[in-house]
């Protein structure tokens, strides 16, 4: 078997179908030639050249493998007997519950502590950290039958909200919207105690999974449900009331980032009331930009001010023709496929 040894960089034999494309570009003999000691001797040299995405030397950060690890783990306590390969029995519910909720205790702690160490409270002494770690995790936990109680709202206007919908089980197993409900309700409980990176690992693991980018400072009431998710981003200083009904490709952001520095720490990002549906492909931007209770916002516009409540905001003057192909030559159209 052909592998790595002290001296040279041993290759495999490349088909010719896999030579074609590395052909195409000039062979770089040094690189290919040199040893693994050279190699790491190259990074070495461009961890000091190249600052700002090395982490050496500084605070053990949160691991985002077991932050990923417990997120899926919380999603099994919201959601018993639905994220778990096996079937859970009632009979032996308590049982599985608390080992799960000791496991997920006691690593929450551990990556707790240290974004406490990493990003240390103003005030906070270092001697208190491990305490707070405890007290943070065993918090949030605490916070999973509130939780629960708004996610079931959320499932519940899933239901009300899309004819496709067979089940309630049907959506907590097949739609994407109720893990990135889930996740921003539990990491936002974290942000709101200024927890530093574990919410947006969080927030972000369900991005990845999901397509759906939720900020786990946005503020969210009940009754929430966002259609296919996908591509729809809201931001960190959005606040979403109750019965709010979005679909995909949304997006709730900042009207500017010109001036981050100033910007930090600011509502940047609009405020949508009760009763709100926002169709595809809609930009809300803007801090100060409210949309009014009961309100649609249709597909594709563009909003930066606010719309008072019970507003319809469609395009206007948008033409769209329609033509046979066999005609279509007799016509000056721009358009080829």
């Known amino acids: 078997m052909v592998g790595w040894n002290s001296r040279n960089v041993k290759r495999k034999s490349i088909p010719a179908c896999g030579r074609l494309a590395f052909l195409l570009l000039p062979a770089n003999t040094a690189t290919v ?12 040299v461009s961890y000091a050249k190249v600052g700002g995405i090395n982490h050496l030397d500084g605070k053990n950060l949160p691991s985002k493998s077991v932050i990923a690890g417990i997120t899926l783990d919380l999603l099994r306590l919201l959601f018993p007997g639905f994220f778990d390969e096996k079937m859970i029995h ?29 990003a240390t409270p103003e005030g906070m002494a270092k001697s208190d950290l491990r305490s707070v770690a405890h007290e943070t995790a065993i918090c949030l936990l605490g916070s999973l039958p509130r939780v629960r109680e708004l996610l079931k709202t959320d499932v519940d206007a899933a239901f009300n909200g899309d004819p496709a919908a067979r089940s309630h089980e049907e959506i907590i197993v097949a739609y994407p919207f109720v893990e ?5 309700r539990v990491a936002h409980e974290l942000y709101r105690r200024k927890i530093a990176l574990i919410p947006r690992i ?15 400072g946005a503020q969210i009431g009940s009754h929430f449900f966002v259609d296919h998710c996908t591509g729809t981003v809201i931001g960190e200083t959005c606040i979403i009331g109750n019965h709010v009904k979005i679909y995909h490709g949304v997006t709730l952001g900042a009207k500017s980032t010109a001036d981050v ?12 009331q009760d009763h709100v549906t926002i169709y595809p492909g809609a930009t809300i931007l803007g ?15 563009f909003i930066t001010t606010s719309v008072p409540p019970n507003s319809l905001v469609v395009f206007e003057g948008v033409t769209m023709k329609v033509m046979s192909k066999r005609d279509r030559e007799a016509v000056a159209v721009n358009f080829e496929i």
């Open 90 to 118: 009632s009979s032996e519910l308590k049982v599985e519950m608390v080992s799960l909720v000791d496991s997920v205790a006691e690593r929450l702690e551990d990556e707790i502590y240290k974004s406490l160490e990493y």
């Open 261 to 272: 520095e100033n910007l930090r720490g600011k509502k940047r990002h609009p405020t949508i």
């Open 33 to 44: 030639n040199a040893t693994v000691t050279e190699l790491a001797n190259q990074l070495i």
């Open 180 to 184: 990135t409900i889930a996740v921003q």
């Open 202 to 216: 969080m927030s972000e693991w369900a991005h990845a999974r999901t397509g759906m980018d939720l900020h786990p």
């Open 287 to 301: 801090g100060e930009t409210v949309i009014g209770e009961g309100s649609t916002i249709g597909g594709n516009v």
